[in-house]
């Protein structure tokens, strides 16, 4: 079996933050990947997944494809303060 390269660890890392999201309402799913893929990943990784996920071989999830390609007009639903690290303290608690 051969490693996976950069771009086949970057669509895996994808789909499985598509996994994660499934389980909401489309276009919810959509805009919590794109804000998290936003939030968490470097822009050399963002460009790279931008530029092998639109192959058809790339087995990237119609979700995850589809956060790359639109701007999402749906709210993620996780909550600001835990899907943008800047926004820390913000209320993301559940302590209290």
């Given at each position: 079996?051969?490693?996976?390269?950069s771009d086949e660890k970057l669509v895996r890392m994808a789909n499985q933050i598509s996994t994660f999201f499934r389980s909401y309402p489309e276009e919810?799913?959509?805009a919590g990947i794109h804000k998290h893929i936003l939030a968490f990943w470097t822009p050399k990784m963002r460009a790279s997944l931008e530029a092998f996920g639109p192959k058809p071989e790339s087995g990237l999830d119609p979700l995850?494809?589809?956060?790359?390609?639109?701007k999402?007009?749906?709210?993620?639903?996780?909550?600001?303060?835990?899907?943008?690290?800047?926004?820390?303290?913000a209320g993301a608690s559940d302590a209290g």
């Open positions: 079996m051969s490693a996976l390269t919810e799913a959509v995850a494809l589809r956060a790359l390609r639109e999402p007009e749906a709210d993620s639903p996780v909550r600001a303060g835990t899907r943008n690290p800047q926004l820390q303290g």
